[in-house]
């Protein structure tokens, strides 16, 4: 059963400080990690996506990938407001057949105080 | 580029009942993903389908949950009879190709409620 693990939260952040999130997989066989934002309500939305070891920068986004440790983060920067959302990490592992879907977390509920 | 549509948005059944999802991926979008979300959870994969067959049902309760994609486009996903359990949001996504490593595009969502 291929898991991903993330802290419920709330993580409450104080506008324009680094917000930081964590997820960990179970399957050494994931290949691809991606970040994905899901406002109250709303449906997901793809923000970050990483494929290597190391880290990758979009804007106020880093996300940071460490295989051996089967570890994903995602650190927003300056955080602001608009940032207040769900954030699920989402694993995909390669699987025969052409199977791909994508196994999520339960997600990180992120409140940034204005 | 319009998006994923999905109907209905909202929709509540007693127990025992029957209900069907509809889903229109974007236009050109080969792969075609039925997720389940229940409330305070990830979004849990039912079905996965490449043009109209499908790729991977695995999680998909077989006993009352059906889902088809007659020609490649529209997608159908079904419940009969719906349990109390089956309350939650499915969501419809879409992507070019298979999984465009991770470019889902998700439509809004159908609310269900099993009363």
């Known amino acids: 059963q291929k898991e991903v693990e993330q802290n419920s939260g709330p993580l409450s952040v104080p506008e324009g400080a680094i917000a930081s999130l964590n997820c960990t997989y179970s399957d050494r066989g994931s290949q691809s990690f991606f970040w994905y934002r899901q406002y109250s309500g709303k449906s997901p939305e793809l923000i970050m996506s990483?494929?290597?070891?190391g880290d990758k920068e979009d804007g106020r986004f880093t996300a940071q990938l460490n295989k051996a440790s089967q570890y994903v983060s995602l650190l927003i920067r300056d955080s602001q407001p608009s940032d207040s959302a769900t954030y699920l990490c989402a694993v995909k592992a390669y699987s025969g057949g052409g199977a791909d879907g994508l196994t999520f977390g339960k997600g990180t509920h992120l409140i940034i105080q204005p | 580029e319009a998006g994923v549509a999905q109907s209905p948005r909202y929709k509540i059944i007693e127990k025992r009942q029957s209900v069907a999802f509809w889903c229109n991926p974007i236009?050109?979008?080969?792969?075609l993903y039925w997720y389940q979300q229940i409330l305070g959870q990830g979004p849990k994969l039912l079905i996965q389908f490449q043009n109209n067959g499908v790729v991977d049902d695995s999680q998909l309760p077989k006993d009352r949950f059906s889902a088809e994609r007659l020609k490649g486009v529209d997608s159908t996903l079904k419940i009969q009879p719906a349990k109390l359990e089956d309350s939650a949001v499915y969501l419809c996504?879409?992507?070019?190709?298979?999984?465009?490593?991770?470019?889902?595009?998700f439509g809004a969502g159908s609310r269900l409620t099993v009363l």
């Open positions: 996504a879409s992507s070019l190709v298979r999984a465009a490593v991770g470019v889902l595009t």
């Open positions: 236009s050109g979008h080969a792969t």
């Open positions: 990483i494929y290597s070891n």
